[in-house]
C-alpha cells in the first residue's frame, strides 16, 4: 500500500499512519487542531509614518533668467530603506517641472536624495515627500514626480504625484 504522504513522510504506509491513532494522534494528521496564531499587525502605524518627518539636507535654488521651457531631472540611482523589514529598495526618481522664477540646484538635490539612502521609508512615501520638498524650494508652475522601483516580490512599482494637488 502506497503513503498518503511520499514526501512527508517516506517511511510510514497508510496502515501505519492508521496505528499511531491510540497514541493521541487523530488521522488523517492534517485534520489535527493547530494551536491558533495570535493575529499580529503587519503594517504599523509607526511603519506607516516612517521617514516621513526626517531630517534631510535643504534643497537649494538659483535665479531663473527665462520662461516657458520645461526641465526634466532623473535619478536612477534612489535608494532607502522598508521601515518594516529593513531592506533596501532601490529606484529611479524623476522630477520633471516647469519652473516659475526658481529652479533647483543639482547638487544640493543630489545630496538631497542621497539623504534616503538609510531613511527607512516607504515608496509613496517617498515620492510625495520629495514632491513637497523640492515644490517648497522652488515654487514651479508645476510638476511632476515620477518613481519606479525596481522588482520585489514579483511586483514593480511605480508612484506618480503632481503639484499643484488637486482639492
Same mark, same amino acid.
Given at each position: 500500500?502506497?503513503?498518503?504522504?511520499?514526501?512527508?513522510?517516506?517511511?510510514?504506509?497508510?496502515?501505519?499512519?492508521?496505528?499511531?491513532?491510540?497514541?493521541?494522534?487523530?488521522? +488523517?494528521?492534517?485534520?489535527?487542531?493547530?494551536?491558533?496564531?495570535?493575529?499580529? @499587525? *503587519? $503594517? /504599523?502605524?509607526?511603519?506607516? !509614518?516612517? %521617514?516621513?518627518?526626517?531630517?534631510?539636507?535643504?534643497?537649494?535654488?538659483? +535665479?531663473?533668467?527665462?520662461?516657458?521651457?520645461?526641465?526634466?531631472?532623473?535619478? @536612477? *540611482? $534612489? /535608494?532607502?530603506?522598508?521601515? !518594516?523589514? %529593513?531592506?533596501?529598495?532601490?529606484?529611479?526618481?524623476?522630477?520633471?517641472?516647469?519652473?516659475?522664477?526658481?529652479?533647483?540646484?543639482?547638487?544640493?538635490?543630489?545630496?538631497?536624495?542621497?539623504?534616503?539612502?538609510?531613511?527607512?521609508?516607504?515608496?509613496?512615501?517617498?515620492?510625495?515627500?520629495?514632491?513637497?520638498?523640492?515644490?517648497?524650494?522652488?515654487?514651479?508652475?508645476?510638476?511632476?514626480?515620477?518613481?519606479?522601483?525596481?522588482?520585489?516580490?514579483?511586483?514593480?512599482?511605480?508612484?506618480?504625484?503632481?503639484?499643484?494637488?488637486?482639492?
Amino acid at each position: 500500500m502506497t503513503s498518503y504522504f511520499p514526501s512527508l513522510v517516506p517511511s510510514l504506509a497508510y496502515k501505519q499512519l492508521t496505528q499511531l491513532e491510540p497514541f493521541g494522534l487523530s488521522f +488523517p494528521l492534517w485534520r489535527t487542531a493547530m494551536p491558533a496564531k495570535k493575529p499580529r @499587525p *503587519e $503594517y /504599523t502605524p509607526e511603519h506607516a !509614518r516612517g %521617514g516621513i518627518k526626517a531630517s534631510l539636507p535643504e534643497i537649494e535654488t538659483w +535665479p531663473n533668467q527665462y520662461r516657458g521651457y520645461e526641465i526634466t531631472v532623473t535619478i @536612477p *540611482e $534612489y /535608494t532607502s530603506i522598508c521601515p !518594516r523589514t %529593513g531592506l533596501p529598495d532601490f529606484g529611479t526618481i524623476t522630477i520633471h517641472y516647469m519652473p516659475e522664477k526658481l529652479c533647483l540646484e543639482l547638487k544640493s538635490l543630489k545630496y538631497y536624495i542621497l539623504g534616503y539612502r538609510n531613511l527607512g521609508i516607504f515608496y509613496e512615501n517617498a515620492v510625495n515627500r520629495i514632491l513637497d520638498d523640492a515644490a517648497r524650494s522652488c515654487r514651479p508652475k508645476w510638476m511632476v514626480v515620477r518613481g519606479e522601483f525596481t522588482t520585489r516580490g514579483g511586483m514593480r512599482t511605480n508612484v506618480e504625484v503632481r503639484y499643484p494637488r488637486k482639492r
